[in-house]
């Protein structure tokens, strides 16, 4: 019989609403034939906040489980016998935080810590480019990156402490040649600054436990070329750069998530394929293959999928395993000249993007530049797809279409609990009531004077989980020591060299702006705690090069700052964007304070992932326009904003 090779980890990324119920998914994802654990943390937790706090309002549980203290972490792997298990945890600025709940979680299971195998992502520099759940400025944030690391070389040797992820870079539109340069300049800065906290003899073993989290889109053969491109170039800089002479520890070892940018809403059965062909991309080459996959769901753009639409992402990818004969084979692509020689023009890309990187100090000194050509990229690939010189099918041809009887009906997608965050803020009271105080001030002590010293974070982590602080207190006690910090926006106020069918509205709103009497004022916000600002960025950009005079501050901000910006601004449009899911009480919110402060007859237009139900509710709470992701023609946007401004104007006349 043919010998077939290890397939990959099966993943799902999963969690909303609680703990409880997402440990219910786990429990049900495994027994359905996963054979690793993704966790999804909701916003709060992943930047910092307890579930109570002003800024989490909305946002618990709403894109993945909130966890704020031992309890929620205890009841998220209940009946889950972590020293059997390999968990991604998905957490990047808490990250020395979340590996200290589970570590704290496996001791009270009495597992055996060294044996614990998983992943923390834990690339902060990625957050401050396309994701923004950042919490420190970089250099802080690098040096917990690498305390985490150095304490898993003693602790847990089979742990991935650094997750390298470019997949949010090409969510934020990198090209490949800048997701092979942006990520490999990350991991160049974590190894250059670990190398000062592990010993000389240790060190290429930590190279070895690098790993990356890459993106696979939709150009199935410049996906594959990019991933050759990755090993080979990652195991010339761990030998050139860093000298490490084993094979083992140059291996690129790497997990995926398939493209979520080029999922439709619009006709959202074309992601079945989609998602198909872009796990092609990391399964094909045995020299260049994942070690882990996950899928999104099909319905990814419409909601949040339900545990059925999961079923059928990790069906897809057993019957690959399983059914087929891939396993069976050598590397398929090894030779083939038209593979070869897009995987050196691929290198020859990322080498002259790197080195303009390492001339600029390297991946921290160089958050504004790479930040910026991701915005610059981004714009291109929309425009692109504007004037249908990239065809979207579904999108913007072939638009004709039998409705899907796939999202009809009640419970096409699945809604979140209503009752979750208050569900989760009682447990959270209850937590704090019933902890010992005075133990938990003298960990949070300890962990502010470990912070403040430059000793490693994790063991004043780990007490601190150990004795009951809640995730927001941690959050605290980095704040505190670190202090803030508000990433670039990559959006320049010089409008870019892009004209192509603005003409007409750059004269509207030119005309506009002389009835108004002074330019068209624009102010572009992100409530909440998304950090994923892509669309924010792309119609700030866009309104900017058609003549509106914009102000964007960037992410995370609260409706009151937003509506004191808009006052001070003298806005005549504002404009939201949220993707969390937290559209209808962070609206109904910015309405009510709009209102309060003399701005009722200030159109304001949300953009988002927002079901055609929630779009209605808002449109009969006040809001002027929605646009959802099947609106990506971007002129049309701009005109209508125009519209809504003159109409305005006129009444108010």
Same mark, same amino acid.
């Given at each position: ?45 992943? +930047? ?24 929620? @972490? ?10 059997? @298990?390999? +968990? ?138 990019? @991933? ?153 690939? #929309? ?23 796939? +999202? ?56 601190a989980a150990k004795a009951g602080a809640t995730t927001g207190e941690w959050g605290l006690m ?20 892009? +004209? ?49 005079d914009i102000h964007y501050e960037g992410i995370r901000l609260t409706p009151a700052e937003i ?45 988002? #992932? ?28 701009? @005109? ?14």
């Open positions: 019989m043919t010998r077939k090779d290890t397939p990959w980890l099966f993943r799902t990324y999963a969690g909303h609403s609680t703990a409880a119920a997402s440990n219910a998914l786990y429990r049900s994802n495994l027994a359905k034939g996963q054979t690793g654990l993704s966790v999804a943390f909701d916003l709060p937790t992943q +930047t910092g906040y307890d579930s109570d706090h002003e800024l989490s309002r909305g946002e618990v549980g709403k894109v993945g489980v909130p966890v704020s203290h031992l309890g929620d @972490m205890r009841a998220l792997f209940k009946d889950i016998p972590l020293e059997q @298990m390999n +968990t991604s945890m998905t957490i990047n600025a808490t990250a020395p935080w979340l590996l200290a709940l589970y570590i704290a979680v496996a001791e009270e299971q009495g597992a055996d810590v060294s044996a614990l195998q998983g992943t923390v992502q834990n690339d902060i520099i990625k957050e401050y480019l396309s994701r923004g759940t950042y919490i420190a400025p970089p250099a802080p944030s690098l040096r917990m990156i690498t305390d985490v690391a150095a304490y898993t070389q003693k602790h847990l040797p089979k742990w991935n402490p650094m997750n390298v992820c470019s997949y949010h870079l090409q969510e934020a539109g990198a090209t490949p040649e800048q997701e092979l340069a942006f990520a490999l300049a990350t991991a160049c800065a974590v190894l250059d600054d670990l190398k000062g906290k592990v010993s000389a003899a240790d060190f290429p073993n930590m190279v070895g436990r690098i790993s990356f989290f890459v993106n696979a889109g939709i150009r199935f053969v410049t996906e594959l070329c990019k @991933m050759r491109a990755f090993v080979e170039l990652w195991d010339e800089l761990c030998e050139t750069r860093y000298g490490i002479t084993e094979a083992k520890y140059r291996r690129f070892r790497y997990g995926v998530q398939v493209n979520s940018l080029g999922l439709t809403e619009q006709q959202p059965e074309n992601n079945v394929y989609r998602i198909l062909i872009e796990m092609l991309a990391v399964t094909l080459s045995k020299n260049a293959r994942a070690r882990a996959v996950q899928l999104p769901a099909w319905n990814e753009a419409l909601g949040l999928p339900r545990p059925w639409d999961q079923q059928w992402s990790l069906r897809m990818q057993q019957i690959l395993a399983y059914e087929t004969d891939l396993l069976e084979y050598d590397d398929l692509f090894d030779g083939n000249p038209a593979i070869d020689r897009k995987v050196s023009a691929l290198k020859d890309g990322a080498r002259a993007e790197l080195a303009q990187i390492d001339a600029m100090g390297g991946a921290v000194a160089a958050i504004d530049y790479m930040k910026g050509r991701l915005v610059e990229a981004n714009a291109e690939r #929309i425009g692109r797809i504007e004037t249908k010189d990239t065809t979207v099918v579904g999108v913007n041809r072939w638009i004709e279409t039998t409705p899907s009887p796939l +999202t009809s009906g009640d419970g096409a997608i699945m809604v979140s609990d209503p009752e979750a965050e208050a569900d989760q803020i009682a447990r959270l009271t209850a937590w704090r009531a019933n902890r010992d105080e005075a133990k938990v001030q003298t960990a949070l002590h300890a962990l502010r004077e470990a912070a403040a010293s430059g000793a490693n974070i994790m063991p004043a982590s780990i007490a980095v704040r505190s020591a670190f202090g803030e910090y508000r990433a670039p926006t990559g959006v320049s106020r010089n409008p870019s060299n892009r +004209t192509e069918g603005l003409e007409p509205i750059r004269e509207a709103v030119q005309a506009l702006s002389a009835k108004l009497g002074r330019p068209l004022k624009f102010l572009v916000g992100k409530p909440g705690l998304d950090g994923h600002s892509n669309g924010a960025e792309q119609i700030a950009a866009r309104a900017r090069d058609c003549g509106m509506v004191s910006a808009a006052v001070a601004e003298q806005a005549h449009v504002v404009g939201l964007s949220i993707l969390s899911g937290s559209h209808l009480p962070l609206i109904r919110d910015t309405l009510a304070k709009m209102r309060e402060a003399g701005l009722a007859d200030t159109p304001l237009i949300v953009g988002g #992932i927002i079901p055609e139900d929630d779009a209605r509710a808002l449109r009969a709470m006040g809001v002027a326009a929605v646009y959802t992701p099947k609106d990506f023609e971007l002129n049309r946007i701009m @005109m209508d904003i125009v519209g809504l401004v003159e109409g305005t104007t006129l009444a108010a006349e």
